[in-house]
């Protein structure tokens, strides 16, 4: 009841599916990734980017390289 967490568990990643996606917004520098449908154009949004480091956590949990990461406007 107190004090432990449950570990999110890391949804799969569909190479063949998806594209990894970097979304910015203009007006406010924020900025989300996640992954993209190529058909339907559907995102789904997967972490808040504050840091490089957080794009690198990202990197390494869906083992995505950073130079296949597409960004958006």
Not at 16 to 28: E, Q, W
């Amino acid at each position: 009841m107190f004090g432990r967490r449950k570990k999110h568990a890391v949804p799969p990643y569909d190479k063949a599916g998806k594209v990894p996606v970097i979304r910015s917004s203009i007006c406010t520098g924020e900025q989300v990734v996640g992954f993209k449908d190529p058909v339907s154009g559907r995102f789904d949004e997967l972490m808040l980017i504050r840091s490089g480091g957080d794009l690198a956590e990202f990197c390494s949990q869906y083992q995505v390289d950073k130079n296949d990461i597409q960004r958006e406007w």
